[in-house]
């Protein structure tokens, strides 16, 4: 393994808090998360104590309102957090950004009675939560969803089956999607479900190319009840409540993969300054370093892109366009990168001995959860040219 320690991402902060705040989460990630990352990933541990010591530490609910225990910190640094975690192991980053997901409809959409009574407990007393949209066969059609929430009294019954849900029968909530009217996303509601609720349970993890340490799985609701006044803004908005959400999600996959990619570029960095052929480091070629150069302009630019619509979203201002561009852009560079990594490697990069082939496979997934790369170049489209024509 090379020796060179990487040097740490000079990062613009608009605050002395968030420069601490930032310090504090390297040291975690040095610590607590690094180390273990390879051995538990191959044997796909979920690290349940980490999330145990993020919530402790108030690191779970840093976008959210300190009147319920978040952190009060804009997206601009949120995000930034992310990347460091996820370059010290993918499965902790998209995990915080999942959770992050999941707390969003009752944090934005909630009654102050609601956040009241569930938001400190989520934000930071250690549960750990799941977002269930998507289902076998409604994915990036995710407006054709079939998990029904039929309505008894003061309760809410819900029937059906999520699909490829992170914390998937491990989660203490559920913020759930469930249709409750008509055909389409109109008739589509969110609720919050409790993860011991009866009737609730979780399919055996999926088998993943990458990510074995985040379960991924199935979550059934068989005849699952939920008081109404668990049902998250009004009957039928749950499908706008998803698509906010995910505006802001998206942009922590953003943060995540340029976390990935800049892991990857650090690795093959260090191994190329130290790995000599023909009597000097192969960082020497220029055929190589030409690729460390490239590698490392397409990161900046990614971060520079997730951040510019992390500030849009802070101002109060429209960024869906850009929360698709930066999720398109910056999981293609993470995957780009990642694969040039393993070139820089040569054959040690195809083995388990290095990470960077654990790189590779965990940048895939990050093209596909939270819409697809080519479902973020239809919402780009349509903000350029308008709805496509029927």
């Excluded at 008739?187 to 009866?198: K, M, Q, R």
């Amino acid at each position: 393994m090379p020796d060179r320690a990487p040097q740490p991402v000079d990062r613009q902060l608009p605050t002395d808090e968030a420069r601490e705040l930032i310090s504090l989460v390297r040291d975690i990630a040095q610590r607590e998360i690094a180390p273990k990352a390879a051995e538990e990933e191959d044997a796909g541990h979920f690290p349940r104590e980490v999330f145990t010591l993020l919530s402790r530490s108030g690191l779970l609910g840093l976008p959210y309102d300190s009147e319920y225990g978040g952190g009060d910190q804009p997206y601009e640094v949120y995000l930034q957090v992310l990347e460091e975690l996820a370059a010290a192991r993918l499965t902790v980053g998209l995990g915080v950004s999942v959770h992050t997901l999941a707390s969003y409809a009752l944090a934005a959409y909630g009654t102050k009675e609601q956040q009241s009574e569930h938001l400190p407990a989520m934000l930071g007393g250690g549960l750990l939560g799941a977002y269930c949209l998507s289902e076998a066969s409604s994915g990036s059609d995710a407006a054709s969803l079939r998990t029904k929430a039929v309505r008894d009294g003061d309760e809410w019954v819900i029937t059906g089956t999520k699909a490829w849900i992170t914390h998937g029968g491990i989660a203490d909530f559920y913020t759930v999607m469930a249709r409750t009217g008509e055909e389409g996303a109109r008739g589509i509601t969110a609720f919050l479900v409790p993860g011991d609720a009866e009737g609730l349970s979780g399919a055996a993890p999926e088998k993943k190319m990458g990510m074995k340490g985040s379960p991924t799985a199935q979550v059934h609701l068989d005849g699952v009840r939920v008081p109404d006044d668990r049902r998250i803004g009004e009957e039928g908005q749950g499908f706008a409540i998803a698509l906010a959400a995910l505006d802001s999600g998206r942009l922590g996959i953003a943060a995540c993969a340029i976390g990935v990619a800049q892991a990857a570029l650090d690795h093959a960095v260090a191994y190329a300054t130290e790995r000599r052929q023909f009597g000097k480091p192969i960082a020497d070629f220029q055929g190589l370093r030409f690729m460390l150069a490239d590698m490392a302009t397409q990161i900046e630019a990614g971060r520079a892109l997730y951040l510019a619509a992390a500030r849009l979203r802070d101002a109060g201002r429209p960024f869906a366009k850009q929360a698709a561009m930066a999720k398109l852009h910056c999981t293609d560079t993470a995957m780009k990168v990642a694969v040039d990594a393993v070139q820089v490697l040569g054959g040690y990069g195809y083995t388990a001995d290095f990470p960077v082939e654990r790189y590779m496979r965990e940048a895939k997934v990050l093209q596909i959860v939270e819409g697809t790369n080519q479902i973020q170049r239809m919402v780009i489209a349509r903000h350029l040219a308008g709805p496509e024509t029927r």
